[in-house]
């Protein structure tokens, strides 16, 4: 019964910004990695940022200096601050985490059902 609601999405325009995020609940014994991904009509889903539970982070080269990935461990929640945003950007965005949901368990990775993102005008 887990479950990832990603929200902040919308339509903005080129060098414009957005804040998506992520809200984690139900039987939740432990969140591990989390990480937010991008699908483009088209493409296949592609990872945009990860990020530990310390708050180590990696980003795909395309949005290196524009993205920001964030945590709050005792919210159970994920953020994508977007700035800078570039038509290419536009796509519908993923929040996804590793979880125990269960004792015993292993963390099993969990998607949100994804927001909108559209860079025009």
């Given amino acids: 019964q887990v479950q990832l609601v990603e929200s902040g ?5 080129p060098g ?3 804040r998506l995020s992520c809200a ?3 039987n939740i ?7 937010w991904y991008r699908q483009a009509p088209g493409n296949g889903r592609e990872v945009v940022a990860t990020i530990t539970t310390r708050g180590n982070s990696n980003y795909a080269d395309s949005v290196k200096g524009r993205f920001t990935i964030s945590r709050d ?3 159970n929640a994920l953020f994508l601050q977007m700035n800078n945003l570039k038509v290419e950007d536009t796509a519908v965005y ?3 985490a590793a979880i125990v949901s269960s004792v015993p368990g292993i963390p099993t990775p969990y ?3 994804g927001t909108q993102v559209t860079v025009s005008s």
């Fill in 9 to 13: 999405g919308g339509l903005v325009p």
């Fill in 16 to 18: 414009g910004s957005l």
């Fill in 24 to 26: 984690a609940s139900g």
């Fill in 29 to 35: 014994f432990g969140i591990y990695d989390m990480g």
């Fill in 73 to 75: 461990n005792a919210k």
């Fill in 94 to 96: 993923y929040c996804t």
């Fill in 111 to 113: 998607w949100g059902q």
